[in-house]
């Protein structure tokens, strides 16, 4: 179906026998018949009841290119309220018709613009104005952080009004539509291609605008009446009656769920798709008769050996050796350049932020913190005398893994090596803070 030009018409389906020759109806539906009753009561002289009023005239065309030029040719006839159907889209018909370019880019534009708005003036007062989170010292409103939400937003907001956008400019859901009960209406889903001129349009005359529609080079052309009873036109109670079934039926689930936020059982939830909830397995707590002890758990098979992960070394992997704290380096450990580069790499994106590049405990996060009036103590790591200076490399080694107060440990972030790679920079950084003169090579200023 084309583009409607007063945005209101639909194809569908039809009821009523179609007539055999253009410019008449000889079926009970068709428009004029040749008594001029049609057997439903009282006639208006052309074979429809006294409840029916004139919707239009239904003119069907072989071919694309004759709808298009019935189109142009109706159109300048100063006909307004008509509308063109087909199977599929005909290229050129709009400007035929004089149908105007759609104003819903603008619309789209203009709620994507909504959404870009309201997204981020969502974040600024849900972050940094209603509940301002200090997160590692970061900006509590930060564009950059923002554009995702904010772009998503925008999306949104361009799809629904696209959407519902489209149904407003063209009037639906429209479900029903006169031309449905005329029979031949049906081929506008197959092979038809029709133009339909409505009575409502100021230079409709049936007379004149059926010979228009002949010299156009229409091969059928039929009457379309519609009751015009007002109880007609009155959508049925049952209906209204189902319409509110159904909305209270959807609104249980939300219900359910909301429920389900306010309040505690001891039951366990519902599993409507149980999927992998409930498998033929047994725990390690279970009991299991099949068994002679009656045990799930099997335990060790005895004169077995673990393989894989077993990181029993616990000077590389832990830091001790003979249960106190490592003093030295692992074996795995080379004293390298390369190996002091990777932990300088390691300790500025890690360490830096509240540490500091030189190890004094005033990185970024405690400065913007102190900034802002707060305090965020980072251990001084290079001061001399200090516990961190004075403190085995195996016990550095597991602050940096496991971390200590409000510092998290690395583990999961660094592997061994990277880590064992840091405890050998920052020995080296305290070595360049606090070097005797003695131990400067010859030649060396002290400042």
């Known amino acids: 179906m084309t583009t409607p030009a007063n945005d209101d018409e639909t194809p569908g389906a039809a009821d009523a026998p179609?007539?055999?020759?253009?410019?008449?109806?000889?079926?009970?539906?068709?428009?004029?018949?040749?008594?001029?009753?049609?057997?439903?009561?009282?006639?208006?002289?052309?074979?429809?009841?006294?409840?029916?009023?004139?919707?239009?005239?239904?003119?069907?065309?072989?071919?694309?290119?004759?709808?298009?030029?019935?189109?142009?040719?109706?159109?300048?006839?100063?006909?307004?309220?008509?509308?063109?159907?087909?199977?599929?889209?005909?290229?050129?018909?709009?400007?035929?018709?004089?149908?105007?370019?759609?104003?819903?880019?603008?619309?789209?534009?203009?709620?994507?613009?909504?959404?870009?708005?309201?997204?981020t003036l969502m974040q600024w007062w849900m972050n940094a104005y209603d509940w301002p989170w200090n997160v590692a010292g970061k900006p509590t409103w930060s564009i950059p952080a923002n554009v995702p939400i904010s772009y998503e937003t925008?999306?949104?907001?361009?799809?629904?009004?696209?959407?519902f956008g489209m149904w407003a400019a063209n009037k639906l859901p429209q479900v029903w539509h006169p031309f449905f009960r005329l029979d031949?209406?049906?081929?506008?889903?197959d092979d038809g291609f029709f133009l339909g001129v409505e009575?409502?349009?100021?230079?409709?005359?049936?007379?004149?605008?059926?010979?228009?529609?002949?010299?156009?080079?229409?091969?059928?052309?039929?009457?379309?009446?519609?009751?015009?009873?007002?109880?007609?036109?009155?959508?049925?109670?049952?209906?209204?009656?189902?319409?509110?079934?159904?909305?209270?039926?959807?609104?249980?689930?939300?219900?359910?769920?909301?429920?389900?936020?306010?309040?505690?059982?001891?039951d366990p939830h519902w599993h409507v798709f149980s999927d992998m909830d409930y498998q033929p397995k047994l725990k390690s707590d279970q009991p299991f008769a099949d068994f002679a002890d009656g045990r799930a758990n099997r335990g060790e098979l005895p004169g077995t050996v673990a393989r894989g992960q077993l990181k029993a070394d616990d000077a590389y992997y832990r830091g001790i050796a003979g249960g106190q704290w490592l003093t030295g380096l692992p074996a795995q450990v080379e004293v390298s350049e390369a190996t002091l580069?990777?932990?300088?790499?390691?300790?500025?994106?890690?360490?830096?932020?509240?540490h500091g590049f030189d190890g004094a405990g005033m990185g970024i996060v405690p400065a913007r913190v102190e900034a802002l009036g707060g305090a965020w103590p980072a251990?001084?790591?290079?001061?001399?005398?200090?516990?961190?200076?004075?403190?085995?490399?195996?016990?550095?080694?597991?602050?940096?893994s496991n971390g200590y107060n409000t510092m998290m440990g690395y583990a999961s972030q660094m592997p061994v090596a990277d880590r064992w790679a840091v405890v050998l920079y920052v020995r080296a950084l305290q070595r360049s803070q606090n070097a005797a003169e003695s131990e400067l090579p010859a030649g060396s200023q002290v400042r």
């Open 18 to 119: 179609p007539p055999d020759r253009p410019g008449h109806a000889d079926g009970p539906d068709g428009g004029r018949g040749d008594d001029g009753d049609d057997g439903r009561g009282t006639g208006n002289g052309n074979g429809h009841g006294s409840d029916e009023e004139l919707h239009g005239l239904l003119a069907e065309f072989e071919t694309p290119g004759a709808l298009i030029a019935a189109a142009r040719k109706v159109r300048n006839a100063g006909h307004t309220e008509f509308d063109c159907y087909s199977p599929f889209p005909v290229h050129g018909i709009d400007p035929a018709m004089g149908i105007k370019a759609t104003r819903l880019p603008i619309v789209v534009f203009l709620g994507g613009l909504t959404g870009l708005v309201l997204g």
């Open 154 to 163: 925008t999306i949104l907001l361009s799809v629904l009004t696209t959407f």
């Open 184 to 189: 031949r209406f049906a081929r506008v889903t």
């Open 199 to 266: 009575a409502g349009d100021k230079r409709f005359d049936l007379e004149q605008t059926r010979q228009l529609l002949v010299a156009a080079g229409a091969t059928h052309i039929e009457e379309c009446y519609v009751d015009a009873r007002p109880e007609a036109r009155t959508m049925p109670r049952w209906i209204m009656a189902a319409m509110a079934v159904l909305t209270m039926v959807a609104l249980i689930p939300v219900a359910l769920v909301f429920k389900a936020r306010a309040t505690k059982s001891p």
């Open 341 to 354: 580069a990777r932990g300088k790499q390691r300790y500025d994106i890690y360490c830096a932020p509240c």
């Open 379 to 400: 251990r001084n790591l290079v001061e001399r005398g200090s516990a961190v200076i004075t403190m085995p490399n195996g016990q550095l080694y597991n602050t940096i």
